[in-house]
């Protein structure tokens, strides 16, 4: 399906032509600011939904004994993967000083993916705040009670419901279905049949949707309006979901403390981050500037047919732009980044904190896949490819941001940290069909 481009924005926004012909581009951020500063959300809440994780920890360890290691904290680890630095190079003939580190978020506990953090913490804090308002716990408790038949039962009174395009179902599915709720997930039409299948087996409902994240997430919205009784976790608006996927940057933090990654003037961060409709990516990015500050640097990366961030940001109307408005058809073979209209809420606040957006090609992702699977072993699935293509864009299109920040000196010493936001749980089958696909777009580049 083609859609009509609206003509009167690319007269107003040039750069949105280069959007609207599949072009793969750098956009900076003039609006970023080196002191951060939101009236919409706070770094107290992210202490909170931290501390509510702490509470919690008792219980997830019951619940899910791969979290015994952890003491009941889910968390990924930081990975160099030096092999991919230079096989990135190569392939795509340009020089990319500083250190690679994977943020594995692709291997976090209970469901594989980012939304393992913002997704997972909703559940739990909704589940809290139930458990509190009808007398059934206190904060001083020990959360492990809530592993009993008795509280069980108690949630299986609730309803929880979300929309997706596949990840964020899954974490809320597994963990709302653990606790004992009943739990509606509304997919939209890329969401992988594994996913679903993986759900209904975990006792979730699951509802299809011919459409694509923005009509799954309406219906969803609009059905749970009308249960008192269920909670809709919106992924557009929630500052709930946003606080769990913020507690990453206060982790983050103690592990560069641990292995000696020094963030500071003479050694810049820069954090690439795939985004959808903006959640998770700026949850991240709103803890690493309020932690680490004006030496951090952070880039969204979008798929070239959903840059609806890069739209978004570009333009300044956030949810009042889409990508069909500029005859995108949002169709990508990176699922988790499948959105054609970003979080109004995330992009007012990332205004002034990201250093910009970029966008890439669905070949370009599966040559990424190819090659991390070569070279370190690795594997991700697409959407979290995104990241592995900062560093290039940075290198090949960023030259202005780099002089504008007095950054070209420095880029021996900086660190990439590149957020692999999924793909643990994708089943062998699946692989080996992202595999194959890789491969005949290397065979068709040849
Ligand atoms: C959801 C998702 C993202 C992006 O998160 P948003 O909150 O939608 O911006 C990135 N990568 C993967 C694998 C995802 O599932």
Redesign the pocket.
């Known amino acids: 399906m083609e859609n009509e481009p609206k003509h009167e924005l690319f007269n107003q926004y040039p750069r949105l032509e280069e959007l609207a012909n599949h072009e793969t581009v750098l956009w900076e951020n003039t609006k970023r600011e080196k002191k951060v500063q939101t009236n919409h959300f706070s770094m107290g809440e992210v202490k909170e939904a931290e501390e509510t994780l702490k509470r919690f920890s008792a219980y997830l360890k019951i619940a899910f004994p791969e979290l015994l290691e952890s003491k009941g904290l889910i968390e990924s680890s930081i990975q160099d993967i030096p092999f991919m630095k230079k096989a990135l190079e190569k392939e795509f003939d340009v020089l990319l000083p500083g250190q690679f580190i994977l943020k594995c978020d692709?291997a976090l506990p209970i469901s594989g993916?980012?939304?393992a953090r913002?997704g997972i913490f909703e559940v739990l804090r909704h589940a809290e705040r139930l458990a509190i308002a009808k007398g059934k716990l206190t904060k001083e408790d020990n959360y492990a009670v809530l592993a009993t038949e008795e509280f069980q039962s108690f949630f299986q009174q609730y309803t929880i419901a979300v929309g997706s395009?596949?990840?964020?179902g899954l974490s809320i599915g597994i963990m709302g279905k653990k606790l004992g709720f009943n739990v509606v997930v509304h997919m939209s039409s890329d969401a992988k049949e594994w996913k679903k299948t993986l759900l209904r087996e975990k006792g979730a409902t699951v509802i299809e949707y011919d459409a694509d994240y923005s009509v799954a997430v309406e219906q969803g919205r609009r059905e749970a309006e009308q249960d008192p009784m269920c909670h809709f976790i919106d992924?557009e608006n929630s500052k709930d979901?946003f606080a769990g996927?913020a507690v990453a940057a206060k982790r983050l933090k103690a592990q560069f403390e641990k292995t000696n990654i020094t963030v500071d003037k003479a050694h810049p961060l820069f954090v690439y981050?795939?985004?959808?409709?903006?959640?998770?990516?700026?949850g991240v990015a709103y803890g690493i500037r309020e932690i680490f500050g004006e030496h951090a640097h952070i880039f969204f990366a979008e798929p070239v047919a959903s840059p609806c961030?890069t739209m978004g940001l570009m333009t300044g109307l956030h949810d009042e732009i889409s990508v069909e408005d500029i005859g995108l058809n949002n169709k990508t073979e990176?699922?988790?980044?499948a959105?054609g209209r970003a979080s109004k809420f995330v992009g007012k606040v990332m205004e002034t904190y990201v250093s910009g957006c970029y966008t890439v090609k669905d070949e370009e992702l599966f040559k990424s896949l190819a090659l991390a699977m070569e070279v370190e072993g690795l594997f991700l699935?697409p959407?979290?490819h995104?990241g592995m293509f900062g560093p290039i864009q940075l290198m090949k299109n960023g030259q202005s941001y780099l002089e504008k920040h007095d950054l070209v000196d420095k880029m021996e010493q900086a660190t990439h940290l590149i957020w692999a936001?999924?793909?643990s749980m994708v089943p062998v089958e699946m692989r080996e069909e992202y595999m194959a696909k890789a491969m005949q777009v290397a065979k068709i580049n040849q």
């Open positions: 692709h993916s980012i939304k913002g395009t596949g990840n964020l992924d979901l996927y981050l795939p985004c959808g409709v903006g959640g998770g990516p700026g961030m990176a699922d988790g980044l959105v699935e959407s979290a995104a936001t999924g793909g």
